[in-house]
């Protein structure tokens, strides 16, 4: 699993290059995370973000639950964090892999999500125990995004 995730970071940089320089903008994608003040993993998650390009902005806010209620994302479904990245909110320790194909396919939704903290997941300590189940939402309604 590692070694997938290390291969598809290392397609996708080049592609990204490719983009940047045909556009003629070479830029790392913003992220906006909203956290609450005492989270611990939303760091690392964020630190996971820059380790892969992003130009991350964290925002603690005591109001996380509501930020998230108010794009779609309902209780069941929120991750620890909020992250805002291209027209699209990212919840919880989503893999960039993921975050990639989002990007790369944009399709006509609100955002995607991980919910909870998964063990293992990046940013989170432990080992992974079950896959992670990383779901699609639009307005209100979730489907099935990608499995990791
Ligand atoms: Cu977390």
Sequence with gaps: MRLYTRTAAAISLPL????????????ATE??????????CCENYADYLRANDYEVT???THELSAISR???????????????IDGYFVSGHV???????LLSERPDIDGITLPGM??????MGGNKSEP????????????????Q
């Excluded at 998964?118 to 940013?123: K, N």
Aim: proline share 7%; glycine share 10%; charged share 15%.
């Design 58 to 60: 964290v925002k603690p």
């Design 16 to 27: 990204t290059m490719i983009v940047s320089l045909a556009t003629g903008a070479v830029h």
């Design 95 to 101: 893999p960039v892999t993921v975050i990639d194909k």
């Design 118 to 123: 998964p063990l293992g997941s990046p940013g």
């Design 31 to 40: 992220a906006l995370i909203y956290k609450n003040p005492q989270c611990g």
């Design 132 to 147: 992670w189940k990383i779901f699609a939402i639009d307005d209100g309604n979730s489907t099935l995004f990608s499995t």
């Design 70 to 84: 108010d794009r779609g994302l309902s209780d069941e479904y929120q991750g620890c964090h909020l992250a805002l």
